[in-house]
């Protein structure tokens, strides 16, 4: 099917306020990527009926248009040579969207930033860990039993899927190193390098830290002895915070060091200096600061869980979407990881999978109850795409658009998350936020999670398909009087 680049490249300025209220514009593989100078000279009703466009919404001081692969780019060139606006990369409108930002949203924004390129390997070990999860746990397929106890010729299978499940967990400060140096401006390699150091073979296994600490089995921790300064010598496996804290100080060393030290010898004395430095502070004082501060937050998040399950299951599944409109969600990222670590699994995981299930229930209601093409092929592919995680599409094409199904997705979440939290359900890694999500979950748990997983299906498609039924039938109404 053809389509008139021309004309829809025309509508969308104008309804974006024309050319002149665009800062730069992009395009990535889907969707416009637009800093505008006023969003509120943004027409979101006539934006909406633009052929090709699916959605629109703002986050991170960037107005983002869904248009979908293929189109975007033809479209993006139509607005380029229309409106006179200058080529810009993704990176150039991010960065013009940040100035606009507050000082919270800029610390969320460092957060997405720095998980989104290791998202991939995280949600891939996390897959990989819930099948072996799935193998070993007893009861689950056979009475008292697991399936490496009834058919031991899989424990080869396991072992290998278990080494490469563990993988992205135990260089996980490698990776948090590679993209945090990136977003900071620092050299990618010396950040993977700075997470190697922390996860090296000769310091001690975190995970073995507190049994050290204690004293327990004659365990102690070692130390490095520095002309009578003594440093821990304790790795940082599966952990966020010593790492991320650790490679912005890297960067900060490195950029410093470069426009000081003569290019013929940059190469031999501002990588030494900048590793030399930077890991120094992170095993002496980053490192035990931020393990304890993680240990900290973690341990204030499972008292209020423990001390009001349903209290705090409810906001969190009310307030979850709402989060996801701030960008503010990348956050939880380093939350799950470190209760992960620190609890051998995360409560919070789950009820965010089950968030995202909600949104895409609603948006397949409104797919039963929209009139006219456009809307139900809108509800349908976004209601598919928050199934496997991806929720921004259902709230702003489709929930938001028509309030009612957005509170009854938020009803949902909210239900299905104290109804997991009573049963204190918990999930040994971060999968898909989806359908799929109970592979990640702690095997004893799934089938509690499995309830939740109907009840946040079948609650907000319920509530949607009732209150906006009645909604879209008076504005049919309304709409037949005004004709008459």
Known sequence: MSHDYQAIAAQILESIGGAANIRQAAHCLTRLRISLLDESKVNGDALRQVALVKGHFSNAGVFQIVIGAGDVDRVYAEMVKQGGVARATIADVKASGDAKQNRLQQLVKVFSDVFMPILPAIVIAGLLMGANNLLGAKGMFIADKSLLDAYPGLSGLWGLINMMANTSFVFLPALVGWSAAKRFGGSEILGIVLGLLLVHPDLLNAWNYGKAAAGLDGASVPYFDLFGLRIEKVGYQGQILPILAAAWVMCRVELWLKPRVPNAVQLLVVPIITIAVSGFLALAVIGPLARHLGIAVTDALVYVFNLAPWLGAALFG??????????????????DLQLIA??????????????????????????????????????????????????EPAMFGVNLRHKLPFYAALAGSASAAVLISLGHVKAS?????GLPAFISIIPQYIPLFLVGTLVALILPFGLTWLLARRQLAAVSQDEAAQHA
């Open 318 to 335: 009310a307030l979850y979407a709402p989060l996801v409109l701030t960008g503010m969600h990348h956050m939880f990222i380093a939350v």
């Open 342 to 391: 620190s609890q051998g699994g995360t409560f919070i995981w789950p009820m965010i999978a089950l968030s995202n299930i909600a949104q895409g229930s609603a948006a397949l209601a409104m797919f039963w109850l929209a009139r006219n093409a456009n809307d139900k092929n809108m509800a349908s592919t976004s209601a598919v795409s928050a199934f496997f995680g991806i929720t």
């Open 429 to 433: 890694a971060i999968g898909v936020g």
